[in-house]
């Protein structure tokens, strides 16, 4: 196929740089572009040169975007062996090495689509996030220090790379705004949603797309909780409805000739329309089912107020409850322990034997290396507002007011984290410079990295303060996107992983 | 986006390893060129050649790297379809240009009779039209016939361009109802008078010759003419629309199939790019298959032997008429 001209855009892996070997040593094409999507090594374009006997490559460029921009505040990374940060450095120093190797690519890259060198601060507690903050720091500032000498604003963006398990109630609770709820649900994975594992569904909805840059409702709605979105979707059906009716009575040629003209739209509409109302029906099932506004009210009250005798009547109930399922019984109770840990050990007990009873397919211990690893001696941030006086004092104001909706009345610690940014006043204890850096004044950029993953929650909240208009621009970014099922099963794997270890050590 | 080139430090080092390979490269040239020729003679005859793909040229170095390039192997005879196409799209963009400026200066008012440019507009839209039905003519012939395998590539092709032509029959639809829209304001701001669309101008004179002795007063007689001419022009003018029209709408129907719904899944670049990834795995593992086949195939084997024993009947031969 020599008449033809061959593009590649590669990760300058060294598996892909095998590929691209044997390739070159017997071209199928007359031309090749190469174009990696990170640095590349000087040892990796002496491999390629070598194997180009023939000389077919035209072109060698570096093309930065080793990440997947999910929205125009998100990226994140896809990495799939994610559960190694939970592990000590013992356990397996490859992967570990590996996953941290490809967080710093994935940020390097990052840095160099936005052309700035940012000041670096990692959060003291977590192992992995100080790992690859310094790594990142050698990297900018020591490796390729040319490569990143942009000009330099008068004040340089902040990196501020935190770890998952400082949060760990937002990915365990269940989401109530669009976008978030069918990554819940269902799952989003690229932008795209899978639809078929659930029956009935006609064959051009199975694999839709969900992205804002597409789809102008969705836009609108991503953020918006599950009611307005009905009222919403029922507006845009009842116009669809219109546009259908008066298609429909064409008497002279004009009014055909409008027909034609319009109908690329109309089939547009119609196909986000139907998309759109298949999405939010198979999620209605699934709320049904499962009880999801039972189990997500107690939920809330977890996340969010107090009262520890009331909260565990009300997940007894709910373990006792045979409608809930395996999933939402394991959330429950690992949301009353991370909050109520220390306040009634017998308690606690009583719910850890219920859950394993009731659910035969638990591992046993799972909450406990819950506990282990996000414990409250292990989180720095005040997650849910009872250390802090101040805190208190605005938890009880809320309380007393009332919250609009009980469903999303959850903030992700996040939403501190970034208030405190803006403030200036996050501090050096808990959030540490790298190395000798410093930062006079409040930066204007802030990307904010969570070892672990994000969660859709934590982006809303990002765009959200984007559209205050502080002065401040956020980027959010994860090594996954996470959901409760994938949180848990990271918990599930390292906890695999930390037993086989143990146990041959 | 930031990017950095980093072809010239490539280059480099491929002219670096070239003049540290140069010499060995020569003698192993020289090794196979003997034994190229006869594998190529063989395998040319026995594979069949088609025009979709290069001969092929399993190892000898010496054949490309002299040349700096291999040479290009001819591309699929689809292609030629696909060409043409386009050079008529960009050929119907570059008239509808043309026609946009006719249009706007036959609806500026002038007081001279504006049949020239009626003309003008005319044979520009029959010519965008009769290019629009060609590329639509080609474009069935791109589905058609041929082997299955770039069947896909084809598909895609087809349907980029079919959106292309799409694109152009709306523009040109709509510049067309807008500036009839137009004509049709200026008709009726000016009642009664003979102007632009009027080609048959003579044909209304002669009807009033032939009324004259009727039995009507003058006067009716004048408005009854008048009012007959402009219907009999204005049915006239419909007509050209209407068949206009329903040419257009014709040519939309059938590409309106092949195109492609917006923002589905089949639209995205990283969709067609996973499919790709799984059918060049499952291609590979057929391609291996045949090459297994082939070699195992009795055909190869046969010609040995016969070669080989074409040669010992001649070293036979040879033998005989020395010894007798």
Same mark, same amino acid.
């Given at each position: 196929?020599?008449?033809?001209?061959?593009?590649?855009f590669?990760?300058p892996?060294?598996?892909?740089?095998?590929?691209?070997?044997?390739?070159?040593?017997?071209?199928?094409? *007359?031309?090749y572009?190469?174009?990696f999507?990170?640095?590349?090594?000087?040892?990796q374009?002496?491999?390629?040169?070598?194997?180009?006997?023939?000389?077919?490559?035209?072109?060698?460029?570096?093309?930065?975007?080793?990440?997947?921009?999910?929205?125009?505040?998100?990226?994140?990374?896809?990495?799939?062996?994610?559960?190694?940060?939970?592990?000590?450095?013992?356990?397996?120093?490859?992967?570990?090495?590996?996953?941290?190797?490809?967080?710093?690519?994935?940020?390097?890259?990052?840095?160099?689509a936005?052309?700035?060198?940012?000041?670096?601060?990692?959060?003291?507690?977590?192992?992995?996030?100080?790992?690859?903050?310094?790594?990142?720091?050698?990297?900018?500032?020591?490796?390729?220090?040319?490569?990143?000498?942009?000009?330099?604003?008068?004040?340089s963006?902040?990196?501020?790379?935190?770890?998952?398990?400082?949060?760990?109630?937002?990915?365990?609770?269940?989401q109530?705004?669009?976008?978030?709820?069918v990554?819940?649900?269902? *799952?989003?994975?690229?932008?795209?949603?899978?639809?078929?594992?659930?029956?009935?569904?006609?064959?051009?909805?199975?694999?839709?797309?969900?992205?804002a840059?597409?789809?102008?409702?969705?836009?609108?709605?991503?953020?918006?909780?599950f009611g307005?979105?009905?009222?919403?979707?029922?507006?845009?059906?009842?116009?669809?409805?219109?546009?259908?009716?008066?298609?429909?009575?064409?008497?002279?040629?004009?009014?055909m000739a409008?027909?034609?003209?319009?109908y690329?739209?109309?089939?547009?509409?119609?196909?986000?329309?139907?998309?759109?109302?298949?999405?939010?029906?198979?999620?209605?099932?699934?709320?049904?089912?499962?009880?999801?506004?039972?189990?997500?009210?107690?939920e809330?009250?977890?996340?969010?107020?107090?009262?520890?005798?009331?909260?565990?009547?009300?997940?007894?109930?709910?373990?006792n409850?045979?409608?809930?399922?395996?999933?939402?019984r394991?959330?429950?109770?690992?949301?009353?322990?991370?909050?109520?840990?220390?306040?009634?050990?017998?308690?606690?007990?009583?719910?850890?034997?219920?859950l394993?009873s009731?659910?035969?397919?638990?591992k046993?211990?799972?909450?406990?290396f819950?506990?282990?690893?996000?414990?409250?001696?292990?989180?720095?941030?005040?997650?849910?507002?009872?250390?802090?006086l101040?805190?208190?004092?605005?938890?009880?104001?809320?309380?007393l007011?009332?919250?609009?909706?009980?469903?999303t009345?959850?903030?992700?610690?996040?939403?501190?984290?970034?208030?405190?940014?803006?403030?200036?006043?996050?501090?050096?204890?808990?959030y540490?410079?790298?190395?000798?850096?410093?930062?006079q004044?409040?930066?204007?950029?802030?990307?904010?990295?969570?070892?672990?993953?994000? =969660?859709?929650?934590?982006?809303?909240?990002?765009?959200?303060?984007?559209?205050?208009?502080?002065?401040?621009?956020f980027?959010?970014?994860?090594?996954?996107?996470?959901?409760?099922?994938?949180?848990?099963?990271?918990?599930?794997?390292?906890?695999?992983?930390?037993?086989?270890?143990?146990?041959?050590? | 986006?930031a990017?950095?080139?980093?072809?010239?430090?490539y280059?480099?080092?491929?002219?670096?390893?070239k003049?540290?390979?140069?010499?060995?490269s020569?003698?192993a040239?020289?090794?196979?060129?003997? *034994?190229?020729?006869?594998?190529?003679?063989v395998?040319?005859?026995?594979?069949?050649q088609?025009?979709?793909?290069?001969?092929?040229? =399993?190892?000898?170095?010496?054949?490309?790297?002299?040349?700096?390039?291999?040479?290009?192997?001819?591309?699929?005879?689809w292609?030629?379809?696909?060409?043409?196409?386009?050079?008529?799209?960009?050929?119907?963009?570059?008239?509808?240009?043309?026609?946009?400026?006719?249009?706007?200066?036959?609806?500026?008012?002038?007081?001279?009779?504006?049949?020239?440019?009626?003309?003008?507009?005319?044979?520009?839209?029959?010519?965008?039209t009769?290019?629009?039905r060609?590329?639509?003519?080609?474009?069935?012939?791109?589905?058609?016939?041929?082997?299955?395998?770039?069947?896909?590539?084809?598909?895609?092709?087809?349907?980029?361009?079919?959106?292309?032509?799409?694109?152009?029959?709306?523009?040109?639809?709509?510049?067309?109802?807008?500036?009839?829209?137009?004509?049709?304001q200026?008709?009726?701001?000016?009642?009664?008078?003979?102007?632009e669309?009027n080609?048959n101008?003579?044909?209304s004179?002669?009807?009033?010759?032939?009324?004259?002795?009727?039995?009507?007063?003058?006067?009716?007689?004048?408005?009854?003419?008048?009012?007959?001419?402009?219907?009999?022009?204005?049915?006239?003018?419909i007509?050209?629309?209407?068949?206009?029209?329903?040419?257009l709408?014709?040519?939309?129907?059938d590409?309106?199939?092949?195109?492609?719904?917006?923002?589905?899944?089949?639209?995205?670049?990283?969709?067609?790019?996973?499919?790709?990834a799984?059918?060049?795995?499952?291609?590979?593992?057929?391609?291996?298959?045949a090459?297994?086949?082939?070699?195992?195939?009795?055909?190869?084997?046969?010609?040995?032997?016969?070669?080989?024993?074409?040669?010992?009947?001649?070293?036979?031969?040879?033998?005989?008429?020395?010894?007798?």
């Open positions: 196929m020599s008449h033809l001209k061959a593009i590649y590669l990760r892996t060294s598996e892909n740089i095998q590929h691209l070997r044997r390739q070159l040593a017997s071209p199928r094409f *007359g031309e572009h190469l174009f999507s990170n640095i590349l090594k000087d040892t374009i002496h491999i390629l040169a070598d194997s180009d006997e023939h000389e077919v490559v035209q072109q060698v460029q570096e093309f930065y975007a080793d990440f997947v921009a999910v929205d125009p505040y998100h990226f994140t990374l896809n990495i799939p062996s994610n559960h190694m940060y939970m592990l000590p450095a013992v356990v397996d120093p490859p992967r570990l090495q590996q996953f941290c190797d490809r967080v710093v690519d994935g940020i390097s890259a990052l840095f160099l936005l052309k700035r060198r940012p000041v670096i601060r990692y959060q003291r507690t977590s192992d992995a996030a100080k790992r690859i903050a310094h790594e990142v720091s050698k990297l900018m500032y020591q490796q390729e220090s040319g490569l990143f000498d942009f000009r330099r604003t008068e004040v963006p902040l990196l501020l790379i935190v770890d998952r398990r400082d949060d760990p109630v937002t990915p365990l609770l269940n109530w705004t669009y976008q978030a709820m990554h819940e649900l269902i *799952g989003i994975q690229d932008n795209k949603v899978d639809l078929q594992s659930f029956g009935k569904i006609p064959k051009d909805q199975q694999e839709v797309v969900l992205s840059e597409q789809d102008a409702f969705f836009k609108a709605n991503m953020y918006e909780n307005d979105i009905g009222i919403n979707i029922k507006s845009m059906v009842d116009e669809f409805q219109q546009l259908a009716k008066s298609n429909q009575n064409i008497q002279t040629i004009e009014d409008k027909f034609v003209d319009n690329p739209e109309y089939r547009k509409m119609h196909g986000n329309v139907s998309k759109h109302v298949t999405l939010v029906t198979e999620m209605s099932k699934i709320v049904e089912e499962r009880k999801l506004m039972l189990v997500s009210e107690t809330q009250e977890l996340a969010c107020n107090g009262g520890q005798v009331a909260a565990f009547e009300a997940v007894t109930n709910l373990l409850n045979e409608n809930v399922s395996d999933i939402d394991l959330r429950l109770v690992m949301l009353y322990a991370l909050r109520y840990e220390k306040e009634s050990p017998v308690q606690l007990m009583q719910l850890f034997n219920k394993a009731r659910s035969p397919k638990y046993p211990g799972l909450v406990q819950l506990l282990k690893q996000a414990g409250v001696d292990k989180r720095t941030g005040d997650l849910f507002g009872n250390r802090d101040l805190n208190i004092a605005r938890n009880m104001a809320r309380g007011k009332g919250v609009e909706n009980v469903y009345q959850h903030q992700p610690l996040l939403f501190q984290t970034m208030e405190s940014i803006i403030k200036g006043r996050l501090r050096d204890v808990d540490p410079f790298v190395g000798n850096h410093f930062q004044g409040r930066p204007q950029e802030v990307i904010i990295f969570v070892v672990g993953g994000t =969660t859709y929650e934590e982006s809303r909240s990002v765009a959200l303060q984007n559209a205050t208009n502080s002065g401040i621009r980027i959010l970014g994860g090594s996954v996107l996470l959901n409760s099922r994938r949180f848990i099963k990271d918990l599930e794997e390292a906890q695999r992983i930390a037993r086989s270890s143990s146990s041959v050590i | 986006m990017t950095r080139n980093r072809t010239p430090v280059r480099k080092y491929r002219d670096a390893l003049t540290v390979r140069a010499p060995s020569s003698s040239g020289s090794r196979s060129s003997a *034994g190229s020729p006869v594998i190529e003679m395998g040319s005859s026995i594979l069949k088609s025009r979709s793909y290069a001969p092929l040229r =399993t190892d000898d170095p010496a054949y490309s790297s002299g040349k700096g390039a291999p040479t290009a192997g001819l591309p699929p005879g292609v030629d379809f696909s060409e043409e196409i386009a050079a008529n799209v960009q050929r119907a963009w570059a008239k509808m240009v043309e026609l946009s400026k006719a249009r706007a200066k036959a609806l500026m008012p002038s007081f001279a009779d504006g049949k020239e440019d009626q003309l003008l507009i005319e044979t520009l839209t029959q010519e965008i009769d290019l629009i060609r590329s639509e003519k080609n474009l069935k012939r791109l589905s058609s016939p041929g082997p299955a395998e770039d069947s896909n590539l084809r598909k895609n092709v087809q349907r980029s361009l079919a959106t292309d032509l799409q694109g152009l029959s709306v523009e040109l639809r709509k510049k067309q109802s807008a500036y009839l829209k137009r004509l049709k200026l008709k009726e701001g000016q009642d009664g008078i003979d102007f669309m080609l101008g003579s044909r004179t002669m009807d009033d010759d032939d009324l004259d002795d009727m039995g009507f007063s003058e006067h009716q007689m004048a408005k009854v003419k008048k009012s007959e001419a402009i219907t009999v022009e204005r049915e006239r003018e007509q050209q629309v209407v068949k206009s029209v329903n040419e709408a014709e040519i939309m129907k590409l309106s199939f092949l195109v492609i719904d917006q923002g589905t899944i089949i639209d995205r670049i990283d969709y067609n790019i996973q499919n790709v799984s059918t060049v795995e499952k291609g590979l593992k057929q391609l291996q298959k090459e297994r086949s082939q070699r195992q195939g009795g055909m190869v084997t046969c010609v040995t032997v016969l070669v080989i024993m074409c040669f010992v009947m001649l070293i036979l031969l040879i033998l005989k008429e020395i010894f007798l």
